[in-house]
C-alpha cells in the first residue's frame, strides 16, 4: 500500500512542479486596471522559470496551458478570447487562436463570481525565435479585460 501511495506521488509531482504562477503579468492600461474583472491568478504550464521571475520559455512544436483566474464585475454572455504580440506601436493577432473562451470557461459570466479561463497554446515551429510581450483580452460588451506578460520563445 505504501509502495503504491508513493508511485501515485511520484507520477504526480512532474505535472505540480511546472503550473507556475506567473508574478510578472501586468494590465494593459496604465494605472494597473485590468478592466471590468480582477485578477486573482495567472500560470502558464510548464513555467518553471516563473519562480525566478523570469519569462516563460516556450519551446517550438509543444504546447503550453494558459490559465487565468479572475473575478468580472459585470455579467456578459458570449465572451472571446484572442491573444496578440505586442509592443508599443501595434498588436499583431496570434494565428489560428479559437477565440470562443466560453468553450473553457462558464458562460454566461456572473459578476462577483469567479472564474477560470483556460487556453492551451500550440507553440508553432513557424514562430520566430525571440522574446515577445503577449497581450490577451477577454471580451464581451460590457465585459472586458486585458492583461500582459513576457515570453521567450526558442527552438
Given at each position: 500500500?505504501?509502495?503504491r501511495l508513493l508511485f501515485l506521488i511520484l507520477i504526480a509531482?512532474?505535472?505540480?512542479?511546472?503550473?507556475?504562477?506567473?508574478?510578472?503579468?501586468?494590465?494593459?492600461?496604465?494605472?494597473?486596471?485590468y478592466g471590468t474583472g480582477t485578477i486573482k491568478e495567472v500560470?502558464?504550464?510548464?513555467?518553471?522559470?516563473?519562480?525566478?521571475?523570469?519569462?516563460?520559455?516556450?519551446?517550438?512544436?509543444?504546447?503550453?496551458?494558459?490559465?487565468?483566474?479572475?473575478?468580472?464585475?459585470?455579467?456578459?454572455?458570449?465572451?472571446?478570447?484572442?491573444?496578440?504580440?505586442?509592443?508599443?506601436?501595434?498588436?499583431?493577432?496570434?494565428?489560428?487562436?479559437?477565440?470562443?473562451?466560453?468553450?473553457?470557461?462558464?458562460?454566461?459570466?456572473?459578476?462577483n463570481v469567479k472564474q477560470t479561463y483556460r487556453y492551451v497554446?500550440?507553440?508553432?515551429?513557424?514562430?520566430?525565435?525571440?522574446?515577445?510581450?503577449?497581450?490577451?483580452?477577454?471580451?464581451?460588451?460590457?465585459?472586458?479585460?486585458?492583461?500582459?506578460?513576457?515570453?521567450?520563445?526558442?527552438?
Amino acid at each position: 500500500m505504501a509502495n503504491r501511495l508513493l508511485f501515485l506521488i511520484l507520477i504526480a509531482l512532474p505535472s505540480i512542479s511546472y503550473a507556475e504562477k506567473l508574478l510578472s503579468v501586468a494590465a494593459c492600461q496604465r494605472g494597473g486596471n485590468y478592466g471590468t474583472g480582477t485578477i486573482k491568478e495567472v500560470r502558464i504550464t510548464p513555467c518553471p522559470e516563473a519562480a525566478q521571475r523570469r519569462p516563460c520559455v516556450l519551446k517550438k512544436g509543444t504546447e503550453v496551458t494558459i490559465e487565468v483566474d479572475f473575478i468580472p464585475t459585470v455579467g456578459a454572455s458570449q465572451v472571446t478570447g484572442r491573444a496578440f504580440w505586442a509592443n508599443r506601436m501595434l498588436e499583431l493577432p496570434l494565428p489560428n487562436m479559437n477565440t470562443n473562451a466560453c468553450a473553457t470557461m462558464t458562460c454566461p459570466v456572473q459578476p462577483n463570481v469567479k472564474q477560470t479561463y483556460r487556453y492551451v497554446l500550440p507553440v508553432s515551429r513557424g514562430f520566430p525565435t525571440r522574446r515577445y510581450d503577449v497581450r490577451w483580452k477577454l471580451t464581451a460588451s460590457p465585459f472586458n479585460m486585458c492583461f500582459q506578460f513576457p515570453i521567450q520563445i526558442l527552438n
